[in-house]
């Protein structure tokens, strides 16, 4: 017999339950997630804007203008979400931002994993792949953000 099937959970994990739980049913979390999909169209549009300019016109390897898309577009969002999306959350601008741009390393991690994928395993078009990638890196980013980076203390 499996002692672990009897354990109960750590206090962490209930908090985390809870939080996600009562998020799911709360209206403010969801008018919180379309501000932040509006903030990450914005930073998708930057990201867009300049990764086609710089592996387009001015030929960079893909993989790198993706990566600087991503240090503009992050600067852009983090500014637009502590301003806008989680304006009510308090706590010192510099630790939310260590916090947010841990939080869009982790995502930027699952966007160059999938960019990769779909050009180089399935041949998408570059910039097409760009944005399906920042598509599926989005839902972590909304998370850890909102449960770590922006969270209510």
Do not use: C
């Not at 206090?11 to 999909?37: D, E």
Request: glycine content about 10%; charged content about 10%; proline content about 3%.
């Amino acid at each position: 017999m499996n002692t672990s099937e009897f354990e109960l959970p750590t206090p962490a994990a209930v908090t985390l339950r809870g939080r996600l739980a009562a998020a799911v049913r709360s209206p403010q979390a969801w008018a919180q997630l379309l501000r932040f999909a509006v903030v990450g169209a914005t930073g998708t549009v930057v990201n867009l804007a300049v990764f086609a300019i710089l592996s387009g016109p001015l030929g960079w390897d893909y993989r790198v203008a993706a990566v600087a898309g991503f240090v503009v577009a992050v600067t852009n969002n983090f500014a637009l979400n502590r301003l806008w999306t989680f304006r009510d959350a308090e706590g010192h601008a510099g630790f939310q931002a260590a916090r947010f741009v841990a939080v869009s390393l982790a995502g930027l991690v699952v966007n160059l994993f999938v960019l990769h994928v779909l050009v180089d395993g399935f041949g998408a078009g570059k910039l097409v792949g760009q944005a399906v990638a920042i598509a599926a890196a989005t839902p972590m980013s909304f998370v850890g953000n909102k449960l770590w980076s922006f969270a209510e203390r």
